[in-house]
């Protein structure tokens, strides 16, 4: 199966791979996995005292298409609110990456690492 | 559970792996082309789907995951094409950690015994998750189906690993 350029670039340049300190009350750790392939995701967000994504980093072990899912979404978390963060779709993602019908799941993924991430900052801030 | 009758062996998640392979080999005879040469075309047409379906039920039943979602399926819960994601932070947190140990075996000056090692806790994973599903699998309980479903879920992550294992050892030893 032939990957995108999109896919090919975040794959040989992933944008913030890494970890952000989970005990920064600011940050915020989505874990998710995809049972349909093994695939793992972890997406890290640092929010401003504002509710503003300053930093997002990502960690993924899966297929180029997951790689590139999870790269892309930490360039556009940034700088968005909460909201404005948690209404980006898995559509948008595949529509980017132009992934085929096969790797859906992979988009979904990184959707739903952003919902988790979200969900484990207004956890945490509630306590 | 038709796959299981073809091969007439009994509706469980523990299958005698010798035993399915010997029944495999009987029915592959039994509808081998070379036995329809003279016979007509529908003979020859009804061989044909009969082999390709002795293939397709012992793709699933050799290959645990499979074998484990088909049963599911047939008991009303069907996880085979669904693409939710799997949201257990401590479970998932486990996994990043192994993927990661895995990465540093590719790095390590001796990475058989810390292939030996992984191996061991790959396979106590795989007890610990599997451990229930043959008595899971045949309940007529919705809720016990449903934590069937989640130990499969984990089950592919493991299996997974494992694949990665092998691919490194390949990688490394060859």
Redesign the interface.
């Known amino acids: 199966m032939a990957y995108s350029d999109k896919v090919i670039d975040h794959v040989e340049n992933p944008r913030n791979v890494g970890t952000l300190d989970k005990n920064d009350p600011n940050v915020a750790t989505g874990m998710v996995g995809a049972p349909a392939c093994g695939d793992v995701m972890k997406l890290q967000i640092k929010v401003s005292d504002e509710g503003v994504i300053e930093d997002a980093k990502f960690k993924t072990y899966g297929c180029g298409s997951a790689i590139a899912s999870s790269s892309l979404v930490t360039e556009w978390v940034k700088g968005k609110t909460l909201d404005q963060a948690a209404e980006i779709k898995n559509t948008d993602i595949t529509a980017e990456l132009e992934l085929p019908p096969v790797k859906i799941h992979c988009s979904i993924l990184a959707e739903d690492a952003i919902q988790a991430a979200i969900a484990d900052y207004k956890n945490k801030q509630a306590k | 559970m038709r796959y299981f009758e073809l091969f007439n062996l009994p509706v469980s998640y523990d299958v005698d792996l010798t035993l399915l392979n010997q029944r495999y080999l009987e029915l592959q005879r039994a509808v081998h082309p070379d036995k329809f040469a003279g016979k007509s075309e529908r003979e020859k047409l009804v061989a044909v789907q009969k082999t390709s379906e002795i293939n397709d039920a012992l793709a699933v039943l050799k290959h645990p995951a499979k074998r484990a979602e088909y049963m599911l399926s047939e008991q009303g819960v069907d996880?085979r094409a669904?693409?939710?994601?799997?949201?257990?932070?401590v479970?998932?947190?486990q996994?990043?950690e192994l993927?990661e140990a895995l990465e540093d075996i590719q790095h390590s000056s001796d990475p058989e015994d810390e292939i030996d090692a992984f191996e061991a806790q790959i396979k106590q994973l795989d007890t610990q998750y599997s451990a229930q599903l043959a008595e899971q699998l045949v309940s007529q309980d919705t809720a016990v189906l449903e934590v069937a479903a989640d130990n499969?879920?984990?089950l592919?992550?493991i299996?997974?690993?494992r694949?990665e294992l092998s691919r490194i050892e390949d990688s490394l030893f060859d």
């Open positions: 996880i669904e693409q939710q994601t799997l949201q257990d932070p479970f998932l947190m996994q990043m993927r499969i879920r984990k592919k992550f299996y997974k690993l694949e």
